[in-house]
């Protein structure tokens, strides 16, 4: 299902990268981390969804995973940059097509997205094959997205060229998610631990939701007053939290790999 680009990306050199400073190496580990961590959840599907995460201190040049690599496989030392013109950076391989065309549109058109995580996680997806409005307000951890989301309702194939990645980008517009109809998702957000933490909480937000919508009940929503309200208050304290939760997540995915190395 993945495609690799026609003719490759070229590979060029920016002799003013510094892939040693001190938040790159954060980024890269932070970002090699949650591929890690999407495989161990069950987010990914083959080698066929990609993250990317702006380099700290550039507006041209952006970290992806290579194509051919699940998530599992991808490591601080695989991880690509690419700039927006279709140039290899640093790193062996190149990503897959849709990877760049979505992510470097992203990226290019949307300047506050500072990452990126487009997946077809199972509960997320099968949300944005029904009709209607993928996510209710039925349950809290869903309303930590009350207000952000937005739908692209006109599947178009696959992302082959910029004016697609383009289109995608203005549907995505100030949402920090994206619903792709007949598709899947795209988490946007300022940094990598909010990407995380959006990508985890709306995985479980749409597995409750399913697992209710199964029971054939008449669900009960939450009023856009106590909705809004709930939104405002985790809001608050979401980056704080957000950070929290990735430290904790890579701390267990270090002990998890620990022990398995030790066995």
């Not at 790193?91 to 997205?113: C, D, M, N, S």
């Not at 930590?144 to 194939?157: L, Q, S």
């Amino acid at each position: 299902m993945a495609h690799t680009l026609e003719g490759g990306l070229r590979t060029a050199r920016y002799t003013d990268l510094d892939l040693e400073a001190p938040a790159v190496v954060t980024a890269r580990s932070e970002l090699a981390a949650c591929f890690q961590l999407a495989a161990l959840h069950g987010l990914e599907e083959g080698i066929c969804n990609h993250f990317s995460a702006m380099v700290p201190g550039r507006d041209d040049l952006f970290f992806v995973n290579p194509y051919g690599y699940a998530f599992e496989e991808v490591t601080v030392d695989n991880l690509l940059v690419c700039d927006f013109h279709g140039n290899v950076v640093a790193g062996e391989g190149q990503p897959e097509a849709t990877a760049f065309y979505i992510h470097a549109r992203l990226h290019k058109q949307l300047p506050r997205v500072k990452v990126a995580f487009h997946t077809h996680m199972p509960h997320a997806t099968a949300l944005c094959l029904l009709q209607g409005s993928p996510l209710l307000w039925f349950g809290q951890t869903a309303l930590k997205f009350y207000g952000r989301t937005a739908v692209d309702e006109h599947y178009n194939g696959l992302a082959l060229d910029e004016s697609e990645g383009d289109r995608i980008a203005s549907v995505m517009g100030d949402a920090g998610v994206l619903f792709l109809k007949n598709h899947g998702v795209i988490v946007a957000g300022p940094t990598i631990a909010e990407a995380w933490d959006d990508l985890y909480y709306l995985e479980r937000a749409a597995q409750v939701q399913l697992l209710a919508m199964s029971t054939h009940r008449e669900l009960k929503p939450v009023p856009h007053e106590i909705a809004q309200r709930t939104y405002e208050q985790m809001r608050q304290g979401d980056a704080e939290s957000a950070r929290a939760h990735l430290t904790s997540a890579m701390r267990r995915l270090s002990h998890r790999q620990s022990a398995y190395i030790n066995t």
